[in-house]
């Protein structure tokens, strides 16, 4: 299919460094900018649906209702606790560890717990992980989330422990359930680590090769005896 516009839009959640991809993007499109939005998951989503980006990378699980999805990597999941904690005695932590701490749980949260969340819950469900930092800080609980998140949200006051027992965070690219565009294919690709070169990811143009001359060389003319 050809190009539909000039540019491709990539939907990311926090956390999620989509860098190498960009570069990678710009060497094999370099005339089609790659702009990319930051975003919940919820509204990665409905960006896609509605249009206003090409594709997204979320964290999963999510509605896949009139969605592509592929799953790209799972994060560690962590505790990000006070330095001076009891956690912090140890290089890792399990789920059972918390279970007489007070355990945020953000309105954005999206790890998914088959069973019972750790700890208890807080009596307040602050709106988003950036808050729930600020109230771990404050004293108020501890919080569970995908490493990445914590790095983001680093604190010289606070730490992190992975949790060797919880579920991990799953990060996927998701996209329109339609054919996909050239420009699609493309970062399907980029993401999938195809070469250049593999089958399923479209070259880029080259110059067509000058035709040859069909002017004869003097050397091999002659003339004939009588």
Known sequence: MTEPTAVFRLGYVPGVTPDKWVRMWAERRPRVPLELVAAATDEAVELIRTGAVDAAVVRLPIDR???HTIPLYTETT??????????TATEEAAVADLADEVVLRPQDDTLPWPGDRPGRAAAYAPATTEEAVELVAAGVGLLVLPQSLARLHHRRDL????LTDAPGSGVGLAWPDAENTELMEEFIGIVRGRTVNSSRTPRRERPAAPAPSRRRSSARRGTRRR
């Open 65 to 67: 209702t009139g969605l």
């Open 78 to 87: 962590v505790a990000v606790v006070p330095k001076d904690h009891v956690v």
């Open 159 to 162: 730490t992190y422990r992975p």
